[in-house]
């Protein structure tokens, strides 16, 4: 019997020196007068943690080892973009995603009144459901000294119908 797997991911990067003018990319989404953060791609924490999450579950490693700073077709990509490339190569080891769920921990940029279009964002990009949601650390540590910004990601996914689901990797 094949069951569903489930995967967990995080991403965590620092915000940028705001002289650089950087953009904020955060879920899929440019967020205007905020400072970016530094990455070798966009540094969406929360589509890299997505991403994370989707590739664990399905046994084909983790972002470094797809997208690593050693593959230059990816320096600058988009959040959006990963997303689609992992979704491909998840669906290509057979399966299909049930859904993603995405916690961003930080003081910046506000989640809230831009949370319904981030949740379409990424769906549209995962192709399947995807929940957003945002806390505080109320102070404490690097994301509450309002340093960088950090997300964690849970997905589920279910062997495609038929399909040849690759061995997870020990």
């Not at 905020?34 to 540094?43: I, K, N, R």
């Amino acid at each position: 019997m094949l069951l569903p797997r489930t995967g967990i991911g995080t991403d965590v990067h620092a915000f940028a020196d705001p002289a650089t003018d950087r953009p904020m990319r955060l879920a899929c989404l440019d967020w205007p007068g905020e400072t970016g953060l530094v990455g070798h791609s966009d540094a969406d924490v929360a589509a890299h943690a997505a991403c994370d999450a989707l590739l664990s579950a399905a046994g084909l490693g983790d972002l470094g080892t797809n997208f690593g700073t050693a593959e230059p077709r990816w320096a600058g990509a988009g959040g959006a973009e990963l997303l689609v490339e992992t979704v491909r190569r998840v669906r290509a080891a057979g399966f299909d995603v049930g859904n993603v769920a995405v916690q961003v921990i930080g003081v910046r940029p506000r989640i809230g009144a831009r949370r319904a279009e981030a949740e379409a964002a990424m769906t549209a990009a995962v192709g399947a459901p995807v929940s957003l949601s945002a806390t505080t650390t109320d102070g404490l540590g690097f994301t509450g000294r309002a340093e960088g910004v950090a997300a964690v990601a849970t997905a589920l996914l279910a062997p495609a119908p038929g399909g040849r689901t690759a061995p997870a990797r020990a």
